[in-house]
């Protein structure tokens, strides 16, 4: 039936078919940089010539990433052909090679020929007679693994996982700190998402280890193979909850041979001002997450569109010019009637009120003299701008919140409490303010009442993708999907995530509450992974009673790894001194189990100091969740980052303290009890929360 991953005689045999793959891999790479300098002629000749270079170049540099592998294993499986389905032998890696006669040495894992490497089964062989998967470590293959169709499967369960072996062998190797792709161990339910059409929105629901992410990337690379026109230009993005997220995904993409994917978070996709990752409290996160937010902006941008509080008298030659408060009036409302976007209609109001300031005059006045010899006089230029001014997303909010008087003026309903939540003082400078994550959809709201400024619309436009890829979605406020959609250029969409581990402000309790706010083009197809590949069985088995009470309607995720080490508990005793040494023991045991895997400290956001301070006491070296992720072999991670992040092992501490002090606690908790692969530690001195109680 399936040979031991490490006992196959035909190794030598795709050791060699693999040296020759990597030689022609090799010699399309020379080709490519032969190509290069074919074209490296100077800077001079025609301009057709020389842009004619340019893309040939570009064209490349394009085709050079695309080879580009790193330490990634080129070829991971191999499918054989029944005479009746073609007979053909092919052997399936991470990007298409061909030899010197054009005969493909490797096929692409996303053309329509590999599909049956991931989806055959003993019922459904799809022309199969057999199916290997290589375990490699980058140029070297350490084993095989077949599996036999044909009469023999008839005997064989025929849900069995295919490639078992191999998948188990993936799973156990140790973290690197970024997540890495799984395009040799793909199964079918994760498969059928990774290849379904592309129009419309595709939700899938993921619990812990189900792979929703690196199916969620693996759909984008899909895509982007297929649909490779229009794609290309369009762009794809993938957005994550925070930028440690974008450093632990960063690689999965690259390695799969598309390097061209825009990643993001949710503040980067508003462009033009500076946002970090910080999230408002619960109350004010949920206020600013509301709709509510869209006809406060809407009547934020109303507000400046006002009439003179006085009639304007200008003195021109010998006569004066006028406009009344009521002529103000008339221009400010046929703007507002005419115009969709606010910063559209400044020409329009600038046009009308000097056509205005003419007609009060003598009828010999030349309206172009008027205009010219009146437009540098201070007094119009602030009569403009109390009328209509020009104005950026950031100098609008930056007024607005800078003003009580201004926020009640947008939103009658607010309480004094949300008003002064609000309220900020204003900076002099709106570009000098930093925004929270928060704040990034009301900036987007801004942008589109406002609208691009006169003679800036290609600064100000609205970037837009052919595909967009969201996980952790469940996290997202209405506003923040708002403003998601309004970048999707066609409606097509992958959103991932898990409703168990919605822990934001906006933490939804089913996908209806997500999905009505995304494009609706075409029904949304709803998918659900619903086996857990990473999580051994015994440590999902504690977590799930963590999530009867956090989540009681979702079912967990069905763990394919049945063995493994239960969670150990460790009680802690005496004063706060000792029990952080308590800590600090149990991490060098833990250091120590996990071998060359990686460490994650989980605590709640108020306790990091602590548990940094007693780290440093020791002298035991660790990692901060930056940019670098989870590099280190010791990391010290607050649990509201740890969220989509995977370890060999963790030491959730205090896990009392993670529920009471997060919002939504108990499914803060799950979260920290899901992230490693192979060993939890729970260490705790306050009374553990009921359902970790034996």
């Known amino acids: 039936m399936s040979d031991k991953v490490h006992e196959h005689p035909e190794i030598e045999v795709e050791q060699g078919h693999v040296d020759y793959a990597h030689a022609c891999l090799e010699a399309a790479r020379d080709r490519a940089l032969k190509l290069t300098r074919m074209v490296e002629v100077g800077k001079g000749g025609t301009n057709q010539a020389r842009f004619e270079r340019e893309a040939i170049i570009q064209s490349v540099a394009a085709r050079l990433d695309h080879l580009d592998l790193g330490d990634a294993s080129l070829v991971f499986g191999r499918i054989d052909q029944e005479p009746d389905a073609g007979g053909g032998v092919f052997h399936i890696g991470r990007v298409g090679v061909w030899d010197e006669d054009q005969e493909p040495v490797v096929v692409d894992w ?42 023999l499967e008839r005997f064989r369960d025929g849900t069995r996982l295919k ?66 026109f229009p794609l290309e230009g369009q762009g794809v993005l993938v957005v994550g909850p925070n930028r440690l997220f974008l450093a632990y995904i960063e690689q999965v993409l690259p390695s799969l041979g598309e390097a061209g994917v825009t990643l993001a978070t949710v503040g980067d996709v508003v462009g033009g001002v500076r946002i970090d990752d910080r999230r408002e409290v619960a109350e004010m996160g949920r206020l600013k997450g509301d709709l509510r937010m869209v006809e406060l902006i809407a009547r934020a941008v109303r507000t400046r569109e006002r009439a003179l509080r006085a ?33 559209a209609a400044r020409k329009f109001v600038e046009a009308e009120f000097y056509r205005a300031l003419v007609v009060s005059g003598r009828d010999d006045l030349d309206p172009v003299a008027v205009r010219e010899r009146m437009r540098g006089e201070i007094v119009v230029r602030e009569a403009l701008e109390w009328m209509w001014p020009v104005l950026t997303p950031a100098q609008l909010l930056n007024d607005l919140f800078g003003s009580r008087a201004l926020i009640r003026a947008a ?67 209405p506003m923040d999907l708002r403003m998601l959609g309004r970048r999707s ?12 581990q919605a822990t934001g402000s906006w933490a939804h309790d089913d996908w209806d509450g997500i999905l009505r706010h995304l494009p609706d083009r075409k029904p949304a197809l709803r998918h659900e992974l619903t086996l857990g590949y990473r999580i051994p069985g015994p440590m999902m088995d504690i977590a799930s009673r963590v999530l009867a009470v956090a989540a009681p309607d979702l079912i967990p995720p069905r763990s394919v790894r049945t063995d493994g080490a239960a969670p150990r508990f460790v009680e802690l005793v005496g004063e706060q001194v000792e029990q952080l040494n308590g800590l600090v023991e149990v991490v060098r045991s833990e250091l120590e189990a996990a071998g060359t895997g990686n460490l994650a400290v989980i605590a709640a956001d108020t306790h990091v100091a602590d548990v940094e ?64 692969t192979k060993r939890v530690a729970v260490v705790y001195a306050e009374p553990l929360p009921a359902p970790l109680q034996s």
């Open 110 to 151: 996303r053309a329509p020929v590999a599909e049956a490497f991931y989806r055959a089964t003993g019922p459904f062989p799809m022309g199969l007679q057999r199916r290997r998967h290589i375990v490699s470590r980058r140029r070297t293959v350490l084993g095989l693994e077949d599996e036999l169709f044909g009469d």
């Open 163 to 228: 490639g078992e072996g191999a998948l188990i062998a993936a799973l156990e190797m140790s973290r690197t700190g970024r997540l890495g792709d799984i395009i040799g161990t793909i199964q079918s339910e994760q498969d059928d998402i990774i290849r379904a059409p592309m129009a419309g929105v595709h939700a899938v629901q993921g619990g812990p280890g189900t792979g929703k992410t690196v199916v969620a990337l693996h759909r984008a690379a899909y895509l982007l193979y297929t649909h490779r």
């Open 311 to 343: 009639d304007l008298r200008l003195g021109y030659g010998l006569q004066w010019l006028s406009l009344t408060v009521e002529e103000s009036r008339r221009i400010v409302k046929e703007a507002r009637r005419r115009y969709r976007t606010h910063n």
């Open 411 to 477: 939103d009658r309903g607010l309480t004094a409490d949300q008003v002064e939540a609000l309220f900020r003082p204003r900076s002099e400078m709106a570009d000098d303010v930093y925004w929270t994550a928060s704040d990034a959809p009301l900036l987007d709201e801004s942008r589109s009442v406002l609208g691009s400024r006169p003679g800036r619309k290609a600064e100000d436009a609205v970037r837009t993708y052919g595909h967009i890829v969201v996980d952790e979605i469940q996290d997202l406020s």
């Open 489 to 500: 250029l066609n409606g097509s969409m992958t959103v991932v995530g898990d409703i168990a």
């Open 613 to 676: 301070q007693a780290l440093e006491q020791a002298g035991i070296s660790f990692g901060r969740p930056t940019r670098r992720g989870l590099d280190s072999p010791l990391t010290v991670v607050p649990v509201g980052l740890i969220k989509g992040l995977e370890v060999d092992g963790a030491v959730v501490f205090e896990p009392a303290r993670i529920v009471r002090d997060q919002n939504q606690g108990m499914r803060a908790l799950y979260v920290a009890l899901t992230r490693a």
